[in-house]
Structure formats: C-alpha cells, structure tokens
C-alpha cells in the first residue's frame, strides 16, 4: 500500500504543479450550477447590451444541463428536478432569442414548472427577479420602509444585524422596493401563463404572527426616528446609495459577489442612472470576468476563487512534503501575503478593537475578510514565519484578527462577529438562518481549531481555545455527528471538528470522539468511500448519497487518522478507494461539495479532488509510514 500511497501523492502533486499560475495562485472553478450564467443573459438584456457571443455561450451552457423531463437540477439525486431553477432557466433561454416557447424542450420545462405549481413555487431571490424585470408584480413583499436602515445598532432590529451576504444583496433591494422598480424588457417574454390561479399573494410566508410583529416593532421604530418625513426618507435613500457606492471593488462589483452586483445595479437604475453609467457598465465588465471554462462551455461564476483555491493547495503540498524555500511554494506565499487585507470593513461595527489582516475568497476581494479563507492563508504561510520576517508580520496580523472575531458564545462565525439575531427568521426568505444570519457553527469553529492548535502558539491561544472546544462539545449531534454549514454537511461538520479537537489535545479515547468515529465508520460504503446527499442540509439529517466521492472520502479518511494512533479497517479502505478513484471520470466528480443556500444554491470546487485526497493520503503516509 505505501508506493502505492506515494505514487498518488506525487500525482497530485505533480498535476497542482502544473496548474498554478505565473502570479503564484491556482484559478480552478468554482461552480454554482446555471443560476449565475440564466441571470446574466437576463442582466444583459435588461441593460439592452448586445453580446450574441455570450448569451449564445451561456444559452448553449444551460440547455446542456436540461434533464430529459424538461427539468433542471441542483444537484444529481435532486428528485424529478428544481422549479425555482428551471423557471430560472426557462426565462434567460427565452430572453436569448435562440430558443422558443413551442421548443420541444421548452415545452417540456414549462408544463414541469406549471405541474410542480407555477411561479408560486420560486425561492424569494428568483421571484425578486421576476419582479425587478416585469414578470410579477410588486406586492408588499417588502413591508419594510426603507427608512429602516436609519435604525442604530442600539435599537432591537437594526441592519447591522443582518449578515454581511445578506445586507449586500438586501439594501439594495429596499431602493429597488421603495420605487416599485421595474424594467420591462424589450420583446422580452410574457410568463403569465406560469402564475397559479390563485397568484395575488405570492408571499404567505410574510402572514406569520412572527411576520406581522416583526413589521410593527421596524415600523415603530422608524416612527420615532427624529426629524421630518421627507428628510428622514432621503437620508435613508442616500445611505444606501453610499454603501454600495462605498463598497464598490476595484473590477466594478459589490464586494465581488455576483448576486449583490446584479441587485446593485438595479437600485442605481432605480435612482435615476442611465443604462450607459459608467459605474453599470463597470460592474457589467466585472460579472463578465467572472467567467471561467468547464468542459469548454462557458460559465459565470458566483465569485473567482484564487485565495481560496490558493491557500489550500499551498498548505495541501507543503503537508506533502514540499519545503517553504520550494518555488512553488514560496510563489503562492508571496501571492496570498500580497492579498491580505489592509482595509476596514462592515466587520469592524461588530470587532472595533481590531485591526485588518484577514484575508478574503477572491482576488478582488479587499474588505470583505472570512475567518476560513483567514485561517487557511495562515496554515499556508506559517513554515515560513521562521526564516522570512515579512511574512512572520503578516501572519501575526491575521492570528490577530482570528482571535478577535470568536464569538461570544465561543464559536466562530463566517465572516462578522456575534451577528446571530433570531428574529431575522422571520423575514420571508427561504432558509433565512442560513443566509441572514452568521452564527458560529461546527465547522468553522473546528478549522479554527485545527489551526490554533497546531499552528500558533499555546498559551497565547489557550482562552480562544478552551471556549470554543467546549461550544463544539455543546454542538454535537446526539449519534455523534456534526453538522457543516458551509460543505456538504455531517461528513463535513465531523471531519472539521474531529481534526480541531485533536489538533487541541483532546484525547482519542474521549467519548465524543469514539462517538463521531463510530457514527462515521457506520456509513462508510462498500466500495470503502463515503458519499452525503445535498438534501442533507435541507432536512437537517444526515442522507446518503448512495455513492462514494473523493472529497467527502477525504474527508472521511483525514478524521479518522487524526484520532487512531494506528491504522485500521476503514481507514486502509478509504485510502484503497482514493487510490483507485482518483483519477476516474463519472457524475460524483461533479457533485457539490459545498452549500451556499440551503435548496437552492450548491458549490462545486473544482480543485477539491486533488486537495483533500491528497492532504489525506500524506497524513496516513506522515502518521503511520510504513516503509
């Protein structure tokens, strides 16, 4: 088994070489399905810019994801298929002029759609759409006043309260309510024939008591807010024009998010600015450099992955073996010290006592720091802090700005310190405590672990330690499990946290981790790997996907190394199905290991079959050697 586990290794490592670029970092996709590619042919019409090249690419993109019952999917084991995404589809494709409603196909997406209850059935973002481009109209789906966003921090709901994800696609929404915006497209389709009967409140979720008292305490606050009606008003208007004006990234896009970017265009059209303004025209050219190629088709990307992508593969090689002064690595490790932040964000509301040194998802990402891409750059660049003083300082910034964003509650959240109010619930927004919220959360909390407790320096880090190992105990499934919000999802939750409770000390023989070892040992596969259901996140419970992946068997296999002193059964199989697997082509290669919105936005990462694997497989060669 050992050459075999070095052969896979220099593999690996031999294909990551190959891939990185002149500038030190790594571009493999990330993928979100069409959500992005159908929105951009709709963005582009909208603003009447011509570009047949690539709304043919895009078109041609999503009707190749077309399931044979007219239907599109999420993710493989969906069942039947997804409406909110095939509305999504059926629209840009018609809008792209290349495909017609008396398709063959086209009519096989329309009748799933009216079948599975019409426009009705559409997640909240994809009903804003509709809304914002004339398909549906405006009803009170947003009882909020926009003078709400006068609100202090010091009031009970304030929108500070909501996460950074969530503000940054929000307030652009409430210009957009607040003047019932609406652009009709030129010789755009008429989808009226997809409302239910019954279509003149699309919006139930906004009836619950909860809804209703939420909507008064906004209300009476905004009531008591000083100053006349008028003024208040445009005080409101002009806040939310200077934040997203304020944010605004070096490539045209809010905070290089492709949703905040497409909803922020279309609060400043709601504003009065021409179709032509510089400032659109910009953040255009920025979505469009989202683009990247998968299978040679075409695809726009929620965000460009580079740090991300860079910071784990730098670490994954060096756990390889490579040294610091390896050229390889020491380019990746000027690239990411180069993109650490040095700017104050909306962070800084939640955490003023900190200081930048975070780092971001992507390249273009300069103040919008999140604790894993933070934590994983630190992994990275810490072999070097010994012989390299610039990067020593550098990693002492972002330990800094690690510690200073744990939660109260001694978790670790995703991006901003104690934003976790429970009364964002409430808003009618499908899984409003995945995207409005940023709780702490088992995943992160055990990366930030694994990190403090094998790369810093113990007793400085003792305190953030202690608190957050005691909330992962807390944090436990009863039959031993974690939950990951940010990957898919039990597999994920319980490699992160065994990997940080080890990594901290923690005993293997201690009872929560034979629990989790046992749980994960019970649903390994035949074949020797694991595989998790997307819908495992929609349903909070553990399903099985009823195959094996790469990643989700690394993941697998790196916990239960972590706390064996020596190997075992399930551990030499999983390393015999990452061997055998690594280089096969089937559906699971594209399955997602990643989740944005619970039901309705999934992350592939393409770089993730080699990363894990081979992290993986060079902790059971480190740990156990059997040469």
Not at 522 to 534: K, R, T, V
Request: glycine share 8%.
């Amino acid at each position: 088994m050992n050459q075999y586990v070095k052969n896979e290794i220099d593999r690996l490592i031999i294909r990551l070489q190959t891939d990185q670029q002149e500038d030190g970092s790594w571009h493999y996709p990330f993928e979100i399905g069409i959500t992005p590619d159908a929105f951009m042919i709709i963005l582009l019409k909208a603003l009447d810019i011509r570009d047949d090249e690539l709304i043919q690419a895009l078109a041609a993109r999503i009707i190749s994801r077309q399931e044979k019952n007219g239907a599109w999917k999420l993710y493989h084991d969906e069942q039947d298929g997804n409406v909110s995404l095939t509305i999504e589809a059926y629209y840009a494709l018609l809008l792209s002029g290349l495909h017609h409603e008396n398709d063959e196909h086209m009519e096989k997406a329309r009748q799933f759609i009216v079948t599975n209850g019409g426009l009705s059935k559409a997640s909240s973002i994809t009903k804003i759409m509709l809304i914002l481009t004339g398909q549906l109209k405006w009803p009170l789906i947003f009882p909020i006043p926009v003078e709400a966003v006068l609100l202090p921090p010091t009031f009970p709901i304030s929108m500070y309260d909501l996460s950074v994800y969530a503000r940054s696609n929000f307030l652009p929404l409430l210009l957009c309510s607040d003047h019932k915006f609406q652009i009709n497209i030129a010789s755009g389709p008429n989808l009226k024939a997809l409302l239910p009967s019954r279509s003149d409140d699309l919006w139930e979720e906004f009836r619950c008591e909860e809804g209703r008292s939420l909507v008064q305490t906004i209300y009476y606050g905004v009531k008591n807010l000083i100053g006349l009606p008028s003024l208040l008003h445009k005080m409101a208007v002009e806040g939310i024009k200077k934040y997203m004006l304020e944010r605004i990234e070096q490539d045209g896009t809010l905070y290089n998010f492709f949703s905040a970017t497409f909803f922020m265009i279309f609060a400043l059209l709601s504003q009065g600015y021409s179709k032509k303004d510089p400032i659109i025209l910009k953040a255009v050219e920025g979505l469009r450099a989202m683009a990247t190629s998968i299978d040679g088709q075409l695809h726009i990307q929620f965000t460009r992955p580079e740090i991300w992508n860079t910071a784990l593969i730098n670490y994954a090689l060096q756990e390889a073996g490579l040294e610091p002064d390896n050229p390889i690595v020491h380019k990746a490790n000027h690239y990411l010290t180069t993109r650490q932040q040095v700017k104050y964000g909306d962070w800084r509301l939640h955490n003023p006592h900190a200081l930048p040194g975070g780092w971001g998802f992507s390249d273009g990402n300069t103040m919008n720091p999140d604790i894993d891409d933070t934590t994983a750059a630190l992994r990275a660049i810490y072999p070097a802090t010994s012989t390299q003083p610039y990067i020593k300082t550098a990693y002492n910034r972002g330990l800094a700005y690690v510690l200073s964003t744990q939660n109260d509650d001694g978790g670790f959240p995703a991006f901003e310190k104690n934003v976790d109010k429970k009364w964002l619930q409430f808003l009618p927004i499908e899984q409003a405590e995945f995207f409005l919220t940023d709780p702490s959360t088992p995943d992160l909390t055990g990366r930030t672990l694994e990190f403090l407790g094998n790369f810093t320096n113990g007793k400085q880090t003792a305190s953030a330690i202690r608190k957050a190992v005691k909330w992962l105990f807390h944090a436990q499934e009863k039959n031993g499990s974690w939950y990951g919000r940010w990957g898919i999802c039990y597999i994920y939750g319980t490699w992160a946290a065994l990997t940080g409770l080890r990594a901290t000390s923690i005993v293997s023989n201690h009872p929560a981790i034979q629990k989790a070892a046992k749980w994960l040992m019970s649903i390994q596969n035949e074949d020797g790997g694991w595989g998790e259901s997307c819908t495992s996140d929609i349903g909070k419970k553990y399903m099985p996907l009823g195959a094996s992946t790469l990643t989700q068997t690394a993941w697998a296999v790196d916990a239960l190394v972590s706390i064996s002193p020596t190997s075992t059964p399930a551990i030499e199989k999983g390393i015999a199905y990452l061997i055998g697997e690594g280089q096969s082509q089937n559906w699971t290669n594209d399955y997602p290991a990643g989740q944005g919105l619970p039901g309705y936005v999934y992350m592939h990462y393409h770089s993730y079959r080699f990363i894990f694997p081979l992290l993986a497989l060079s902790h059971y060669q480190n740990k156990y050697d059997h040469s």
